[in-house]
């Protein structure tokens, strides 16, 4: 099933955040205006925001504030691209020139900053501790996580379960937030928003490590990123790790290598060794444990498309292609 139709029963909450998007992309600053629009109109999946719609939905929340959190979600999203991309050296993303190649590092990094700022002025006009709670907890786990991958860059000794923290902190816990928040909206008690939340966080799980695999895997003009950006920048994602542990050492010490360099010169033989070892396979093997531990989170939710529609987004972050 394409993203498209499982978000159709969205339609109506979809148009309301991006009407709030847009307005709340206000400034005087033309060039704030300019970067900002250009990130947010590049598209994407908005994953984030409508994992907080659906279980708002799911829930039986009426009311209008889930647009306003599901626009801020994307905000701190765009925000942490934004920086990314300026820390990664990026050129392309969603198949177009990233804003830093566009603009410039220092325009990307400042509206990156405006877009934060602007996403706790939102969050202080809902005026819930809880959700302000929720959302700064967030943000300061991402910026860790930001700041642990660049540690782990061109370190092949980073175990499994160091790559699976980085996820955790960097990619998961937005996720996390997103369903936390629809389940604040919805009126659960600690128990149900913990158990909403870890549904967030495997499937925010499962979705990096298929990005990690499409890395190695995709087409370009599908994913909208050049193959082997991971291995460029010196990241040791969990397919190479899955070589370094079980590949020949021949297979091994050329990752390590490869790893420890950085750039593309090894990228032909390096997606060789990551064939012949099985480390897509596995990888995606991971990411279908982690959303089915996902989905099992949702038992206690009453039956619904928009329940319907989670189970199904489970089964897509595994098995999409771009």
Same mark, same amino acid.
């Given at each position: 099933?394409?993203?498209?139709?499982? *978000?159709? #029963?969205?339609?109506?909450?979809?148009?309301?955040?991006?009407?709030?998007?847009?307005? /709340?992309?206000?400034?005087?600053?033309?060039?704030? /205006?300019?970067?900002?629009?250009?990130?947010?109109?590049?598209?994407?999946?908005?994953?984030?925001?409508?994992?907080?719609?659906?279980?708002?939905?799911?829930?039986?929340? =009426?009311?209008?504030?889930?647009?306003?959190?599901?626009?801020?979600?994307?905000?701190?999203?765009?925000?942490?691209?934004?920086?990314?991309?300026?820390?990664?050296?990026?050129?392309?993303? /969603?198949?177009?020139?990233?804003?830093?190649?566009?603009?410039?590092?220092?325009?990307?990094?400042?509206?990156?900053?405006?877009? *934060?700022?602007?996403?706790?002025?939102?969050?202080?006009?809902?005026?819930?501790?809880?959700?302000?709670?929720?959302?700064?907890?967030?943000?300061?786990?991402?910026?860790?996580?930001?700041?642990?991958?660049?540690?782990?860059?061109?370190?092949?000794?980073?175990?499994?379960?160091?790559?699976?923290?980085?996820?955790?902190?960097?990619?998961?816990?937005?996720?996390?937030?997103?369903?936390?928040?629809?389940?604040?909206?919805?009126?659960?008690?600690?128990?149900?928003?913990?158990?909403?939340?870890?549904?967030?966080?495997?499937?925010?799980?499962?979705?990096?490590?298929?990005?990690?695999?499409?890395?190695?895997?995709?087409?370009?003009?599908?994913?909208?990123?050049?193959?082997?950006?991971?291995?460029?920048?010196?990241?040791?994602?969990? #397919?190479?790790?899955?070589?370094?542990?079980?590949?020949? #050492?021949?297979?091994?010490?050329?990752?390590?290598?490869?790893?420890?360099?950085?750039?593309?010169?090894?990228?032909?033989?390096?997606?060789?060794?990551?064939?012949?070892?099985?480390?897509?396979?596995?990888? /995606?093997?991971?990411?279908? =444990?982690?959303?089915?531990?996902?989905?099992?989170?949702?038992?206690?939710?009453?039956?619904?498309?928009?329940?319907?529609?989670?189970?199904?987004?489970?089964?897509?972050?595994?098995?999409?292609?771009?």
């Amino acid at each position: 099933m394409q993203l498209e139709q499982l *978000y159709a #029963p969205l339609a109506a909450d979809m148009n309301a955040v991006n009407g709030v998007i847009r307005a /709340r992309l206000h400034s005087d600053i033309v060039l704030i /205006r300019q970067v900002a629009e250009y990130i947010i109109g590049a598209g994407g999946k908005r994953m984030r925001p409508a994992l907080l719609l659906f279980v708002a939905n799911a829930l039986g929340y =009426r009311g209008t504030q889930h647009h306003e959190l599901a626009a801020v979600v994307e905000f701190i999203h765009t925000a942490t691209l934004l920086h990314d991309d300026v820390v990664d050296e990026s050129d392309l993303r /969603r198949g177009r020139d990233t804003a830093n190649a566009l603009f410039g590092n220092s325009a990307a990094v400042l509206v990156g900053d405006f877009l *934060y700022s602007r996403s706790f002025q939102m969050m202080v006009g809902v005026g819930d501790m809880r959700v302000m709670r929720i959302l700064a907890d967030a943000t300061n786990v991402i910026a860790e996580g930001e700041v642990l991958q660049l540690l782990n860059v061109h370190n092949a000794d980073v175990s499994v379960d160091a790559y699976l923290q980085v996820i955790h902190y960097k990619t998961a816990t937005l996720f996390e937030a997103a369903t936390r928040l629809g389940a604040v909206l919805g009126g659960l008690d600690e128990a149900g928003q913990a158990r909403l939340a870890l549904f967030g966080r495997h499937i925010g799980t499962a979705f990096q490590l298929i990005d990690d695999v499409l890395d190695y895997s995709g087409a370009e003009a599908e994913t909208g990123k050049h193959l082997g950006d991971d291995l460029a920048e010196g990241k040791p994602t969990l #397919p190479l790790i899955h070589v370094m542990q079980h590949g020949s #050492p021949e297979q091994s010490a050329l990752v390590r290598q490869a790893i420890e360099a950085g750039g593309r010169e090894a990228f032909a033989d390096v997606l060789q060794a990551v064939q012949a070892t099985g480390a897509l396979e596995a990888t /995606r093997e991971h990411a279908a =444990r982690e959303a089915a531990v996902a989905a099992t989170q949702l038992a206690d939710l009453p039956a619904s498309i928009f329940k319907d529609a989670l189970l199904q987004l489970c089964s897509f972050a595994v098995t999409r292609q771009h």
